[in-house]
């Protein structure tokens, strides 16, 4: 059993930076890959980035490349995700999840079903 809870979000104009965090307590230490989901209104769920277990692998949708970065720190069990350049488009309720590998999670698969309750995005025009 793993408990996430995200942290960091807020309204921003464009162009500006947030730092999303996601503290991990329960069965993590590693045990899983990481990942930020996002989902904006009337939109499905999406995959934003995932990071391997031991941080040395990274994946991101197409659309942050260059912008979003992932990160994790294992000895605080927590998950960063520092956005630069937001654009409205990234406006959306961001979800930090655990998964069996960082590749299956960018393609919406090995998901374990942990989810934290969300941080609210919204960046303005």
């Known amino acids: 059993q793993v408990q996430l809870v995200e942290s960091g979000g807020g309204l921003v104009q464009a162009g500006d930076s947030l730092r999303l965090s996601c503290a991990a307590s329960g069965r993590t230490r590693s045990t899983y890959a990481m990942g930020w989901f996002r989902q904006a209104p009337g939109k499905e769920r999406e995959f934003v980035a995932s990071?391997?277990?031991?941080?040395?692998?990274?994946y991101y949708v197409d659309s942050v490349k260059g912008r979003f970065t992932i990160s994790r720190d294992n000895v605080k069990n927590t998950v960063d995700l520092r956005m630069n350049s937001l654009k409205p488009e990234d406006t959306a309720v961001y979800y930090c999840a655990a998964g069996t590998t960082a590749q299956a999670m960018s393609i919406m698969k090995g998901l374990m079903g942990y989810w934290g309750q969300g941080t609210q995005v919204t960046v303005s025009s």
């Open positions: 990071i391997s277990r031991d941080g040395g692998i990274t």
